[in-house]
């Protein structure tokens, strides 16, 4: 006999389930509606000014500094390798071949009233004394990234690479 109370098969398909019951078996239930309320749209919105300050400075703190001889790793690698190519023959780890005491150590230049990295770029365009300006064979902004270059090495005190 059959059982009064049992459900036909076919009445199965079509019997009514609780909501979560789907989310149980692999669907995913859909956000309600009143998640995307003013809180949520306030933190979206504070959330992009922040990232639009952090973007801001970060390019402060990553742009060349407007004062002196630029620093940018670019423009010291350029004057690394223009000093290997023009002026290690004679600059050797900052030495001199040809006068001993006018070397690009630190104390020397600051002794011969060069403070900078514009003073080395000066001389390695135009020359000083016995050495010829180099300007035309650095090219351009070639002076002021040996400048650079030179400057950094002298304030490193020439670490041996």
Same mark, same amino acid.
């Given at each position: 006999?059959?059982?009064?109370? !049992?459900?036909?098969? @076919? @009445?199965? !398909?079509?019997?009514?389930?609780?909501?979560?019951?789907?989310?149980?078996? =692999?669907?995913?239930?859909q956000d309600p509606p009143h998640l995307d309320n003013v809180g949520t749209k306030l933190v979206r919105r504070i959330g992009a000014v922040l990232l639009v300050l952090l973007i801001g400075l970060a390019a402060l703190l990553w742009s060349t500094p407007a004062w002196g001889a630029s620093t940018d790793v670019v423009v010291l690698q350029r004057g690394g390798a223009l000093f290997q190519n023009h002026c290690a023959g004679c600059h050797l780890? =900052?030495?001199n071949v040809i006068r001993r005491n006018k070397t690009l150590k630190r104390q020397d230049l600051l002794r011969?009233?060069?403070k900078g990295a514009a003073d080395v770029a000066r001389i390695a365009a135009n020359g000083k004394g016995q050495m010829s300006g180099y300007a035309k064979v650095l090219g351009e902004?070639?002076?002021?990234?040996?400048? !650079?270059w030179v400057w950094k090495q002298a304030e490193l005190g020439w670490p041996r690479r």
């Amino acid at each position: 006999m059959a059982n009064p109370q !049992a459900l036909p098969p @076919s @009445s199965l !398909a079509t019997t009514p389930f609780p909501a979560d019951i789907g989310a149980h078996q =692999g669907e995913v239930p859909q956000d309600p509606p009143h998640l995307d309320n003013v809180g949520t749209k306030l933190v979206r919105r504070i959330g992009a000014v922040l990232l639009v300050l952090l973007i801001g400075l970060a390019a402060l703190l990553w742009s060349t500094p407007a004062w002196g001889a630029s620093t940018d790793v670019v423009v010291l690698q350029r004057g690394g390798a223009l000093f290997q190519n023009h002026c290690a023959g004679c600059h050797l780890n =900052g030495g001199n071949v040809i006068r001993r005491n006018k070397t690009l150590k630190r104390q020397d230049l600051l002794r011969e009233g060069v403070k900078g990295a514009a003073d080395v770029a000066r001389i390695a365009a135009n020359g000083k004394g016995q050495m010829s300006g180099y300007a035309k064979v650095l090219g351009e902004g070639g002076p002021d990234a040996v400048g !650079a270059w030179v400057w950094k090495q002298a304030e490193l005190g020439w670490p041996r690479r």
